[in-house]
């Protein structure tokens, strides 16, 4: 049988985790509706045969024989020790539970419904346990989504290098066009002017020829009357 030196200290060191684990443990919602489960129990009164209870963090965790203080002390129990739940005694001051296989009596004051003691413990590690996963899982996805925002990125940044290429080509091919335009307007314009300088000058050369044909005509004596009649 342990001493009552090392439960008390058992029983204060339970203490101890429960109380971190308290401030620490943040409540679940229960968001599955396809299932209608009962309310949890909040008291050791409320519970049903097989169902599961804790030890408390009270001192002096004694395990009797039957439903009395005056029973024998058989064994005693670690705080926080996972137990089973039979049934209360008909003054509601003892509770007959199971553990490790065998019946004992406790007092109603050193059990509770939530776990406590290294039980709470297991629980909060294995709470920490699968936050961890999650955040792995998290930090992979996010990893992941990262990566594929980045090809993304280059993707976009290659197609809009390819844009600004073909771009400048395309506005120096505009350039080079409006550059062979305004060429052929030059020499079309010149091409007019010398074509309005050689009608002007054919214009010219035809009055010149006129007048000097007229001057001509002018001064070529005409056959007289007097020898037509004579013909």
Not at 17 to 39: L, R
Not at 216 to 230: A, D, E, G, L, M
Request: contains cysteine; proline residues 3%.
């Amino acid at each position: 049988m342990i001493s009552i030196k090392k439960i008390i200290s058992g029983s204060l060191l339970g203490l101890c985790v429960c109380a971190i684990g308290a401030v620490q443990a943040e409540p679940e919602n229960n968001t599955d509706t396809d299932e209608i489960k009962p309310p949890k129990a909040k008291e050791v009164s409320d519970l049903q045969i097989g169902d599961t209870l804790y030890v408390s963090e009270n001192v002096n965790v004694w395990l009797r024989t039957c439903p009395r203080s005056n029973c024998k002390i058989v064994n005693s129990i670690h705080v926080g020790e996972r137990i089973t739940f039979n049934k209360l005694s008909d003054d509601r001051k003892f509770v007959e539970i199971t553990y490790n296989g065998k019946e004992y009596w406790m007092q109603y004051r050193d059990l509770q419904v939530e776990p406590c003691g290294e039980a709470k413990v297991d629980e909060l590690e294995g709470k920490i346990a699968e936050l961890k996963n999650s955040l792995e899982n998290y930090d992979s996805e996010v990893a992941a989504n990262y990566r594929a925002a980045k090809a993304k990125v280059e993707k976009l940044e290659k197609e809009n290098a390819s844009l600004k290429s073909t771009l400048a080509a395309q506005n120096e091919k505009i350039e080079d066009l409006d550059a062979t335009r305004r060429d052929f307007a030059d020499k079309l314009e010149t091409k007019e002017l010398d074509m309005q300088m050689r009608w002007w000058l054919q214009g010219a050369v035809i009055a010149f020829c006129g007048a000097i044909i007229g001057i001509i005509c002018v001064y070529i004596p005409r056959p007289s009357s007097k020898r037509k009649n004579r013909f």
